[in-house]
């Protein structure tokens, strides 16, 4: 079976997350678990854009958590977002993006390991 492609999206204001990525210091990637992001799988590439600028990685594993807590047993803050010292910040950042509390709420949240 042929992987799948995958586009996600940044805001510009988030370019900072985007270029992490990039650069590797950003391997895990999380998204709210809704339908768009769900049936990812390992092997399937993701193309990241942000503006005019994108570059592709492969996902190497595919985790879905019902909670931020929840991922958080397994990933450390540091790892979803290299900017962030606590649980708290995270959410409060989860929580900024229009309409996230309750898609986390929903669907729970989707933890792409990138390589």
Do not use: H, Q, W
């Amino acid at each position: 079976m042929k992987n799948k492609i995958y586009k996600l999206r940044f805001r510009a204001v988030n370019r900072d997350i985007f270029e992490a990525i990039r650069d590797g210091k950003k391997k895990i990637e999380t998204r709210a678990a809704t339908i768009k992001y769900r049936n990812i799988e390992a092997g399937d590439i993701v193309i990241l854009s942000c503006g005019k600028d994108k570059f592709s990685k492969t996902v190497a594993a595919v985790n879905v958590f019902k909670t931020i807590s929840a991922l958080l047993k397994k990933y450390k803050v540091k790892e979803i977002n290299p900017g962030v010292e606590s649980e708290g910040e995270l959410r409060d950042i989860y929580y900024s993006f229009p309409g996230y509390k309750e898609k986390i709420r929903d669907n729970g949240l989707v933890a792409l390991e990138l390589k």
